[in-house]
C-alpha cells in the first residue's frame, strides 16, 4: 500500500483536512480505489466566495479537489442537505436545519456529514450542536447558490432567528438568560439577509434584541453591525 499512500499524499499535498477527508472513506474505499478516484477530480477553484480570497493559493486547490470528490461521493439527499447547510454563519442545531431548511432527516443528514468529517459534532449543554470549518463553510455556501429553494431557505433563517429574537426579549422580562448565547453569530447573518431581501419588519426585533445581547457581551464591534 505504501505507493498508493504516497499517490495519496502527493494528490492532497500533504494538507492534513485533505487527508481528514480522504480518510473518512476508507472503511468505504481501498487506497488504490481512492487514488484512481481522486486522480480524475479535477484540481478545484473557488471564485464565487468573497471570504475565499485568502484561501485560492496554488496549495489550497488541492484542498478543494479533496472535497469535490468527497462531495460527489455522497448520497443525493445528503448533498443537498449539505448544500443547504451553506446559509449557516455557525453553530448547527437539529432543530435550525429541520425548520430552515424543511429537513425532517436533518438528524440522519448531520450525522452522515459527520461520518465524513464534513462537519463535526461538539456538546452544548449535554445537547448535540454541529458546526463546519471555515473552508468547508465557504464550499458549503458555494453549494448552497445553486439549490433552486436558495431564496426560501433564506427567508425561513430570517424567520428562525427573528423568533429567537422575541424569545430573547421575553425571556429577559422574565429575568432570565439570553436566547442568543449559542447563535448569535447565525442571527447577525440573519440581519444581513433581511436587508438583503428587504424584511424591514425583520429589523427591529434583530436590532433590539440581538443588539442588547451584543451590548452585555462587549461585542461592540459586532452591534454596530446591525
Same mark, same amino acid.
Given at each position: 500500500?505504501?505507493?498508493a499512500i504516497?499517490?495519496?499524499?502527493?494528490?492532497t499535498d500533504?494538507?492534513?483536512?485533505?487527508?481528514?477527508f480522504?480518510?473518512a472513506?476508507?472503511?468505504?474505499?481501498?487506497?488504490?480505489?481512492?487514488?484512481?478516484?481522486?486522480r480524475?477530480?479535477?484540481?478545484?477553484? *473557488?471564485?464565487?466566495?468573497q471570504d475565499?480570497?485568502? *484561501?485560492?493559493?496554488e496549495? /489550497?486547490?488541492?484542498?478543494?479537489?479533496?472535497?469535490?470528490w468527497?462531495?460527489n461521493?455522497?448520497d443525493?439527499?445528503v448533498?443537498d442537505?449539505?448544500?443547504g447547510?451553506?446559509?449557516f454563519?455557525?453553530?448547527l442545531t437539529?432543530?435550525?436545519?429541520?425548520?430552515?431548511?424543511e429537513?425532517?432527516?436533518?438528524?440522519?443528514?448531520?450525522d452522515?456529514?459527520?461520518?465524513?468529517?464534513?462537519?463535526?459534532?461538539?456538546?452544548y @449543554? @449535554?445537547?448535540s450542536?454541529?458546526?463546519?470549518?471555515?473552508f468547508?463553510?465557504i464550499?458549503?455556501n458555494?453549494?448552497f447558490k445553486?439549490?433552486p429553494?436558495? /431564496?426560501s431557505?433564506r427567508?425561513?433563517?430570517?424567520?428562525?432567528f427573528?423568533?429567537?429574537?422575541?424569545?430573547?426579549?421575553?425571556?429577559?422580562? /422574565?429575568?432570565?438568560s439570553f436566547?442568543?448565547?449559542l447563535?448569535w453569530?447565525?442571527?447577525?447573518?440573519?440581519?444581513?439577509?433581511?436587508?438583503?431581501?428587504?424584511?424591514k419588519g425583520?429589523?427591529?426585533?434583530?436590532s433590539?434584541?440581538?443588539?442588547?445581547?451584543?451590548?452585555?457581551?462587549g461585542?461592540w464591534?459586532e452591534?454596530?453591525?446591525?
Amino acid at each position: 500500500d505504501a505507493p498508493a499512500i504516497a499517490e495519496i499524499l502527493r494528490l492532497t499535498d500533504g494538507i492534513p483536512l485533505a487527508i481528514e477527508f480522504v480518510a473518512a472513506w476508507m472503511p468505504l474505499r481501498s487506497l488504490l480505489e481512492i487514488t484512481k478516484e481522486l486522480r480524475r477530480t479535477p484540481l478545484g477553484n *473557488i471564485t464565487s466566495a468573497q471570504d475565499a480570497i485568502d *484561501i485560492q493559493a496554488e496549495r /489550497h486547490r488541492s484542498l478543494m479537489r479533496c472535497l469535490d470528490w468527497s462531495f460527489n461521493l455522497l448520497d443525493k439527499w445528503v448533498q443537498d442537505g449539505f448544500a443547504g447547510l451553506g446559509v449557516f454563519a455557525d453553530i448547527l442545531t437539529v432543530n435550525s436545519v429541520e425548520f430552515i431548511c424543511e429537513r425532517p432527516d436533518a438528524q440522519k443528514i448531520l450525522d452522515s456529514l459527520v461520518k465524513m468529517r464534513l462537519v463535526y459534532r461538539l456538546s452544548y @449543554e @449535554e445537547v448535540s450542536v454541529y458546526t463546519m470549518l471555515r473552508f468547508t463553510r465557504i464550499y458549503a455556501n458555494t453549494k448552497f447558490k445553486l439549490l433552486p429553494n436558495a /431564496h426560501s431557505i433564506r427567508k425561513r433563517f430570517v424567520s428562525y432567528f427573528v423568533e429567537m429574537a422575541n424569545e430573547s426579549g421575553m425571556l429577559k422580562r /422574565h429575568g432570565k438568560s439570553f436566547a442568543f448565547n449559542l447563535e448569535w453569530k447565525n442571527a447577525l447573518a440573519a440581519t444581513k439577509i433581511a436587508e438583503e431581501i428587504g424584511n424591514k419588519g425583520a429589523l427591529f426585533p434583530f436590532s433590539k434584541y440581538l443588539g442588547e445581547f451584543l451590548l452585555r457581551k462587549g461585542l461592540w464591534a459586532e452591534r454596530e453591525k446591525l
